[in-house]
T-cell receptor
Framework: SQQGEEDPQALSIQEGENATMNCSYK?????LQWYRQNSGRGLVHLIL?????REKHSGRLRVTLDTSKKSSSLLITASRAADTASYFC?????????????FGQGTTLQVKP | DAGVIQSPRHEVTEMGQEVTLRCKPI?????LFWYRQTMMRGLELLIY????????DSGMPEDRFSAKMPNASFSTLKIQPSEPRDSAVYFC??????????FGDGTRLSIL
């Protein structure tokens, strides 16, 4: 079963708008990661947020984590056409650090110029 | 910096043939992961290694699949015999410790 599930499955916005994607997970975690995948390419790590952090920023990315609700969100501000990609959240299996990640099904983001 | 290198990028072969996918992880990384991605099932972890030792192969679908890591700079995923349902994109990823993973650009496998 999926540990992380993204919502929405697909999102289409205009350039300059903000994009918000959500991720829910099931078990206790010590961190949550977000990845981006451009068409025909491998996944690229964007940001990691630890369980004791509530919010983290990286450039135009803002990630929040609510461990009480077992959810996270990724906000991309002032989107660009180049942000068009699929975005995945990933969580370690359980609270122990085995190195193994479970990926959600992803949100496909289209940014129209 | 060289990233994770996978070969071949594309493979088309007939059912029943042996397929070997190759991966060179980032130098110094101690974890290596093999994933399969399909539209239906998303990204699935097949097997992963730590310091060249297989840790968890519970995601390997059948005995037709096998993976090896003979040294820290090379791994293979083999399918023998291949079947049409094995068609997918196969990714290799590596990491230093249990943090973020670095992915190759994958091998797009088509079994006719």
């Amino acid at each position: 079963s999926q540990q992380g599930e993204e919502d929405p499955q697909a999102l289409s916005i205009q350039e300059g708008e903000n994009a918000t994607m959500n991720c829910s997970y099931k078990t206790s975690i010590n961190n949550l990661q977000w990845y981006r995948q451009n068409s025909g390419r491998g996944l690229v790590h964007l940001i990691l947020i630890r369980s004791n952090e509530r919010e983290k920023h990286s450039g135009r990315l803002r990630v929040t984590l609510d461990t009480s609700k077992k959810s996270s969100s990724l906000l991309i501000t002032a989107s660009r056409a180049a942000d068009t990609a699929s975005y995945f959240c990933a969580t370690p299996t359980g609270s122990s650090n085995t190195g193994k990640l479970i990926f959600g099904q992803g949100t496909t983001l289209q940014v129209k110029p | 910096d060289a990233g994770v290198i996978q070969s071949p990028r594309h493979e088309v072969t007939e059912m029943g043939q042996e397929v070997t996918l190759r991966c060179k992880p980032i130098s110094g990384h101690d974890y290596l992961f093999w994933y399969r991605q399909t539209m239906m099932r998303g990204l699935e972890l097949l097997i992963y290694f730590n310091n060249n030792v297989p840790i968890d192969d519970s995601g390997m679908p059948e005995d037709r699949f096998s993976a090896k890591m003979p040294n820290a700079s090379f791994s293979t995923l083999k399918i023998q015999p291949s079947e049409p349902r094995d068609s997918a994109v196969y990714f290799c990823a590596s990491s230093l410790g249990t943090g973020s993973q670095h992915f190759g650009d994958g091998t797009r496998l088509s079994i006719l």
